[in-house]
């Protein structure tokens, strides 16, 4: 009986001491978490923790949801789960600068109707009247008010940067202006379909970001509110546009370049069939002014890239297979940048570029020379390629036989700092229809040389800014912005900003590329093209054998109109049926052990997450158990 009341008394114990660390953890661990995921997802990132610890002013965040229907969905209803955690996490960083709240309005009532004004969108789910509302609206004590509309669970690797930006707005009402040069993705009016054209979604994105000026290609001055100037796609530029550029950079402007050799996206012209078949049409450059300052990018070749090439579907023999595409390149991890601001974000997403350029440094440039730093850089597998004939994707897969890699990768994009002199030391250029003048002074207000090192990124494609580059091509339906370039821009751009919190913030929780799959194709891939190329050859040679049989032995026809072999000619059609037989027996056999590798992989994948790793944790139990027990008789024994 005494020993068991001792039991119950222990037992009593045990749960009043279990039920005092429950309480004492909810009151002094409230909102300590252990983040064990890769990614550290459920941890805000340092830059979002600078935002939220320098806000001065209060700012007041209302969280709108309808929690019935939330609940309803398991997507929402995690996602919710993560946007009221995240917003949590920014408020108790701001030590109370943060106020926020949630909202669940009433169907049909004067509450949900504020929710529309405020911008917050309500989405009709069913026939019932049933509506999802997840949305979020900022406000900041100067009045001033931002919005996401709504949440979705598509862009969850993008809550906190989304979330942050909404903050650092409303502690930073002032937004940098930015000027935009573009002679493509602007929008406009295009005169072969006499429609009009939407801009490009991530030019247009600029405008949620910054202060947006529009800068024509004909400017003779960059206005002096304009603090990061945007050039894409400079096409025949003129030398006062130039000028205005060189001027600003001068004057201590940032620049964001994209030109390009080869530029898909670009209509062109269609009148130019020189132009057309050579691409001359759909390029790109800045050379004026970055030859001065001792950049060059390449005009007559585009980089290759075996190792990251896209696996994309091209017509072959009346069906649609895959193929890799050299010049399309899915540039990720390695690839990028660990020292640079803008790519050492990017990861897990890639940076998507098409028939980009390679960013070099030019020797014979004279005076000061910037410092080329790459962003984005080709693999050790890559080589530059003549783009003449590059517009037309079915050859891509005969480009394999004949591409040549280089020693080293190419720089992409690059950042490009230092010091330089303008590319027009004697000053402004002479007006089109002036008379030449005799050489003079240059004006008061040229600057011949930088106030202060210059800061440019230069980009060597324009199509990863199309909105076509925007989606997994290989998917059987559009899914949109599937990689960073999106991302890029506005990293790009808000790094020349001058708010290296925003950009530190990266997208986490992306899907991963399977690289193993990925290498095991590429290996299947160079296997089967050179056993092709061996079946092409013994077919050619059974060929010509067969040829000349029948050019020997002449082809007799019949009264009935068949033809008369000879045997030596039947032996000949013979040779070749069991040639074309055996080579399509060797090809298939290549296609079906790379889906037979990729099968192995994905087994061994289960068996470990099924079998082994539950199988290891039990070894270590009964290893653990047996342990103790051991220890427990050694006790006794020594007890005894």
Not at 47 to 60: C, F, K, L, N, Q
Not at 177 to 202: C, L, N
Not at 382 to 406: C, H, I, R, V
Not at 479 to 499: C, E, T
Request: contains cysteine; glycine residues 8%; hydrophobic residues 40%.
């Amino acid at each position: 009986m005494p020993r068991q009341l001792a039991t119950l008394a222990t037992l009593a114990a045990l749960l009043v001491v279990f039920v005092a660390v429950n309480m004492l953890s909810a009151v002094g661990l409230r909102g300590a978490r252990l983040d064990l995921t890769a990614e550290r997802l459920h941890t805000l990132t340092d830059g979002a923790r600078a935002i939220a610890r320098d806000i001065e002013e209060p700012i007041d965040l209302t969280l709108y949801t309808t929690d019935q229907v939330v609940v309803d969905n398991p997507a929402y209803r995690a996602l919710a789960k993560r946007v009221r955690e995240i917003i949590g996490e920014f408020a108790a960083e701001s030590r109370g600068k943060i106020r926020f709240k949630v909202v669940s309005p009433e169907p049909w009532s004067d509450e949900e109707r504020q929710v529309q004004d405020a911008g917050v969108e309500i989405r009709p789910i069913n026939q019932k009247g049933d509506v999802l509302i997840l949305g979020l609206v900022g406000s900041n004590t100067t009045g001033g008010t931002e919005v996401i509309p709504r949440f979705d669970p598509g862009s969850e690797q993008l809550l906190e940067y989304d979330i942050a930006k909404l903050i650092y707005t409303l502690k930073t009402p002032v937004k940098r202006t930015i000027g935009v040069m573009a002679s493509i993705g602007s929008g406009g009016f295009d005169p072969r379909t006499m429609r009009p054209t939407p801009p490009w979604q991530t030019l247009d994105l600029l405008g949620k970001f910054f202060e947006r000026e529009t800068i024509p290609e004909t400017a003779d001055r960059i206005p002096d509110g304009v603090d990061i100037l945007l050039v894409v796609h400079p096409k025949d530029l003129s030398e006062t546009a130039l000028y205005a550029i060189d001027q600003f950079v001068m004057r201590g402007g940032r620049l964001l370049v994209f030109v390009d050799p080869l530029c898909f996206f670009d209509p062109g012209n269609p009148r130019d069939q020189f132009a057309a078949l050579t691409g001359a049409d759909k390029a790109s450059n800045l050379d004026r002014l970055l030859n001065a300052w001792g950049v060059e990018v390449t005009n007559d070749k585009v980089v290759g890239d075996r190792l990251y090439a896209a696996s994309q579907p091209i017509r072959k023999d009346g069906r649609l297979v895959p193929a890799q595409w050299l010049p399309l390149l899915g540039l990720r991890r390695e690839a990028l940048s660990r020292n640079d601001e803008v790519s050492r974000n990017l990861e897990p997403a890639i940076a998507q570029v098409f028939l980009a350029g390679a960013i070099r440094r030019k020797d014979d440039a004279q005076g000061p020379r910037l410092t080329i730093t790459p962003i984005l850089t080709s693999s050790d597998e890559s080589g530059l390629m003549e783009k003449m004939g590059l517009t037309d994707p079915n050859t891509y897969d005969q480009l394999l036989d004949t591409f040549a890699e280089d020693t080293g990768g190419h720089a992409i994009a690059a950042r490009l700092t230092g010091p330089i002199n303008s590319a027009f030391p004697g000053g402004p250029p002479a007006p089109a229809q002036a008379p030449p003048e005799p050489a003079a002074a240059p004006p008061a207000g040229h600057l011949k040389e930088s106030r202060v090192p210059a800061n440019i990124i230069l980009v060597a494609d324009v199509d990863m800014l199309s909105d076509q580059m925007q989606v997994d091509l290989s998917a059987q339906s559009v899914i949109p912005m599937q990689n960073g370039n999106a991302s890029f821009l506005v990293g790009a751009i808000a790094n020349l900003a001058g708010s290296p919190e925003l950009l530190s913030i990266r997208p986490r929780g992306a899907a991963r590329p399977f690289d193993r799959v990925e290498k095991i194709r590429r290996d299947a891939a160079r296997e089967f093209r050179e056993k092709e190329r061996k079946a092409q050859s013994r077919l050619d040679e059974a060929t010509r054998s067969l040829q000349t049989a029948i050019d020997e032995d002449k082809v007799k026809v019949g009264e009935d109109g068949r033809i008369d072999l000879t045997e030596r000619q039947k032996e000949r059609v013979a040779e070749l049926r069991k040639t074309v037989s055996e080579a399509d027996r060797e090809l298939r056999a290549v296609k079906r052990d790379q889906n037979r590798a990729v099968e192995q992989l994905g087994s061994r994948l289960k068996f470990i997450n099924i079998a082994l790793m539950p199988a290891l944790v039990a070894l270590l139990a009964v290893g653990l158990g047996a342990y103790r027990a051991a220890q427990r008789r050694a006790e006794r024994a020594r007890s005894a």
